[in-house]
Structures are given as C-alpha cells and as structure tokens.
C-alpha cells in the first residue's frame, strides 16, 4: 500500500533495513558516532549552528517541550488549523496563559494582524505552525521572521514537521529559536523520533523557566549534547533509519529533493483545480499537502476503499471539514510518476460513479 496521507509517509527498503540493524550502547564511542553524523547532517540541511534535540518521541512531544521550555506565563499562538489549535491546547495543559490570532481555515496567517498584535504587547515567544497539514496552507515564513526580528525580545518558535526536508527552513538566517520537526513527515523514517534546533536565546530562556519537566528538558538535553549522547535512551534503531535517510538526501541532492516536491505540489494543484477545486487560500499552498474541496460530493470513504484495492491510500479532511475535503500527501520519497499514477486512479474511481 502507498502512502500518500500528510504522515506517515512512505519509507523505502534501505531505510527499513537500517531500522533493523543490531543494537549498540548508546553511551558508546559507536553511538557517539551516530548521534554525530546524524546532527551534522541535520544542521547542514537545515542551515543552523544551533544544537538539535533528537527526541523519542512524536513531534507532538518537543510542542510540548517548547512550551515548557520557552514560556514562563504567555504566549502568542498563530493559528489556522487543526495543528495551532492542538499548540494551544497542550500550552493549556501545561499552566500557560493562551493568546492567539486565529485565522479561518483554509487561510494563512496574515502579517499585518501579526504586525498590530506584536506592536500592542510584549510576548515572551510567538508559535506558528509553518505547514498546517489540515488545510494544506504554508504560512509566510519569510514575512513572520521578518516581522519578528524587530522584537529580539520575543522567541520565533516554529512547527515545520510537515514542511521541513519538503522545502527550504533556513533557521539560522530566519532567526528560528525552536524549529521542530518529525521524521514520519518528508524525511520518511517511521514514526517515533522527532527534532529539535534550539538557539542560545531559547536556552537562556529555558534557563529562567521553572517546571520544565525532566523528559523535554532543553537544558538537561544541552548537557549531553554537548558530551555527544541524548539525555535517556534514544530508539537507537530510529538513529539508524534516520542516518539513512539524511544520506539518502545528500545522495539525491538537498535542492533536487525540494524541486521533486515541488514539482509533485504543482502536477497535484493542476489535477484537482481540473477535476475539483482547492480548498486552501491559493497564496498559501503547500508543497508537501493538497487540500481538495470535494465538489463533486464524493463518497471520499468509498473512494479510499477503492484506492486501496489498487494500492493507494489518501487522507479525508480533517476535524471540522472532515467530509467537505480530502488530502493528498506528496511528500518524502514520492515521484510525480507516482502522484500520476495515484490521481489516475482517482479519475478511473470518478468515472465509475
Ligand atoms: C503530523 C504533525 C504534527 C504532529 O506530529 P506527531 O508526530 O503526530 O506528534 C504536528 N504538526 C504538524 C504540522 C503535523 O503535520
């Protein structure tokens, strides 16, 4: 079965044979080894110097570690989406004041509401969900940064877990404090590891926060960085899928992969603009996730049965447009031959109704 949802995504035969190698110790000079490699390749893709948090974990776990970490009382959460609001409710959970500028979904953030918002009020730290995977919008991450850095005193913490290894996240040079992602997304590892990059602004602030927990403790996680290893132990067989997928992307070429994707989110906008409509606001589109309006009132479950008799499986909508859209995923190690392949099939399930 293919994967084409917004994660899981696919993963290839080398990287589930790395995924079964023997286990090492992971307070050996091999796993330093490892745990080396893999940051270094992580650092040159995502353009940081920052150190990275390599977490066993959901990426729904480092949401909680920033919130944790970064927040000694409020925040300001952009959201448009099924992802913002889930970042807002685990900043609840955690004791947090809650502030946020909400956009209807299918819209982006809009820089001039973020503009008023910051110029009215000190915020300790803004989140935003870069990629928002239930509506298939990308925010403007370029315009939000620049926006932000007029305000040093405020941490930029980002959620790229859909967007990060499908298009380019220069943290450094967008003044990312916290960029999170998780390998099940456009990295293609399975589920159970996520990322981190935390700048020196960020871990001063952790610094000042009391009841950070133990298990997303940046500055517990600094220290053993710092030595080479993780805090506890890591899924060490996730070390070894992970470096080989970063190698795999050194081998297609970093700008190569991106190009794929994005010739994969065009060859799927121009299909469903011909056989349905987008849901998602058109400057807002994502590379890595289409969001289609389902016009013609399709049986989007019956479909994804007839799918998977042929090998593919999308995604419905998600939450509140659960049945006005279903998603596409092109993401990881897809090709556009498969996307072509895939949307075939849809076409031959349109006909049969
Ligand atoms: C998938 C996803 C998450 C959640 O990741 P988990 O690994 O399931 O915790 C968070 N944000 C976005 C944008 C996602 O697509």
Redesign the pocket.
Same mark, same amino acid.
């Given at each position: 079965m293919k994967l084409f949802i !917004?994660?899981p995504t696919e993963v290839s035969q080398k990287v589930l044979e790395a995924m079964s190698c023997p286990m090492i110790y992971h307070r050996s000079p091999e796993f330093k080894n490892l745990f080396t490699e893999i940051i270094s390749l992580l650092q040159q893709f995502l353009k940081t110097k920052n150190m990275i948090f390599l977490s066993t974990s959901?990426?729904?776990?480092l949401?909680e570690g920033a919130v944790r970490n970064c927040i000694e009382k409020r925040a300001l959460f952009l959201t448009c989406g099924a992802?913002g609001e889930?970042w807002k409710a685990i900043a609840s959970a955690c004791g947090k004041e809650v502030e946020s500028l909400d956009f209807a979904w299918g819209q982006g953030i809009s820089i001039e509401q973020l503009e008023k918002a910051l110029q009215k009020k000190h915020y300790e730290a803004v989140f935003l =969900?870069h990629?928002?995977?239930s509506t298939g919008v990308m925010n403007r991450l370029e315009a939000i940064a620049t926006s932000l850095r007029r305000y040093p005193e405020t941490l930029f913490i980002v959620?790229t =877990?859909?967007s990060a290894f499908g298009t380019m996240i220069d943290v450094d040079s967008l003044g990312i404090d916290v960029c999170i992602t998780?390998v099940?997304?456009a990295l293609a590892v399975p !589920?159970g590891m996520?990322l981190a990059t935390l700048s020196t602004r960020a871990l001063e602030k952790a610094a000042r926060c009391s009841n950070r927990g133990y298990y997303f403790d940046f500055i517990e996680a600094e220290k053993n960085f710092a030595t080479g290893f993780t805090t506890t132990t890591p899924s060490i067989s996730h070390c070894f899928a992970l470096k080989e997928s970063l190698e795999g992307i050194l081998k297609e070429g970093f700008t190569n992969r991106i190009q794929r994707h994005h010739d994969m989110a065009i060859y799927t906008r121009n299909w469903a603009k011909e056989y349905f409509d987008i849901f998602t606001d058109e400057h807002f589109l994502s590379p890595t996730i289409t969001c289609i309006k389902n016009t013609r009132g399709i049986d989007v479950e019956g479909m994804n049965k007839y799918l998977q008799s042929c090998g593919f499986i999308i995604a419905n909508g998600y939450g509140k447009i659960r049945d006005k859209t279903f998603r596409i995923g092109h993401m990881g190690e897809h090709t556009v031959d498969d996307v072509r392949e895939l949307l075939a099939a849809i076409e031959h399930y349109i006909k049969l109704c």
């Open positions: !917004p994660g959901s990426a729904s776990g949401m992802f889930r =969900v990629n928002e995977s959620d =877990v859909s998780g099940q997304k !589920p996520a």
